[in-house]
């Protein structure tokens, strides 16, 4: 079974505070992805990795950055936290490739990580 | 522009009665339609997935989909629903070329009642 796991599932941050969010998949998938989930809102893209120290915007990249040194680790940081980026965030993983090739579109999630900003 | 529309935001059912979850895309070619689960507290897990072939799709845990390219629609099905099905659903569609994106839904949320 494919494994995405995060390092928290809850965290508590003051504002202004340096916040890392880490992922780890165990499928050697070469896409990541990091995510936000708000209520009413679905899941909004906040930026994505398709190869190691390759990474791309998503929907919502304002006040966040990423990194990925190794192709199993994706590594989602909010620069300076704010009451705002109070949210469940989530990681996916999934294989790289061509459209409809290897089931590359599946998308496999990790349990999340509930982060609150004071 | 893809797009993903959920037009129930809440939907309550009696244990053991049907369910029928809509879905409403929006996209140029064939889609590449998926169905995800989440339940309290957890990640997304997929439900079910179609890429071409069979317009109906069985998935896991008793649950269907259809696919309707007149209606641009990608509805989720169970025949009799069970208390632990409660718990919020997202339909989604694989973006553009070849990024692996997905673009959800906003989500619909089940309760089940006794």
């Known amino acids: 079974d494919v494994k995405v796991t995060q390092s928290s599932r809850y965290l508590v941050k003051r504002t202004g505070e340096k916040v890392f969010l880490e992922c780890v998949q165990d499928?050697?998938?070469?896409?990541m992805f990091w995510y936000r989930q708000d209520p009413g809102l679905g899941l909004r893209l906040i930026y994505f990795s398709y190869d190691v120290k390759m990474k791309e915007k998503g929907d919502i990249p304002e006040g966040y950055s990423v990194s990925r040194e190794k192709k199993e680790r994706f590594s989602l940081i909010l620069e300076s936290a704010s009451t705002n980026q109070t949210s469940m965030y989530l990681c996916?993983?999934?294989?790289?490739?061509?459209?409809?090739?290897?089931?590359?579109?599946?998308?496999?999630f990790g349990p999340g990580t509930r982060l609150l900003v004071l | 522009a893809q797009s993903v529309t959920q037009p129930d935001i809440h939907i309550t059912v009696s244990e053991g009665a049907s369910l029928e979850l809509r879905c409403n895309y929006s996209?140029?070619?064939?889609?590449?339609l998926f169905w995800y689960v989440q339940s309290p507290g957890q990640g997304l897990q997929l439900l079910l997935k179609y890429f071409s072939g069979d317009t109906l799709v069985q998935g896991i845990k008793g649950f269907e989909a259809e696919f309707k390219r007149s209606q641009s629609s990608f509805n989720l099905r169970k025949p009799s629903v069970h208390w632990s099905d409660a718990a919020e659903y997202f339909c989604a569609v694989h973006g553009s070329g070849n990024t692996g994106k997905l673009i959800f839904g906003q989500g619909t949320t089940l309760q089940v009642k006794p």
């Open positions: 996209y140029g070619a064939t889609p590449y």
């Open positions: 996916a993983s999934s294989f790289g490739g061509l459209a409809g090739v290897r089931g590359v579109e599946t998308q496999y």
């Open positions: 499928m050697d998938h070469e896409n």
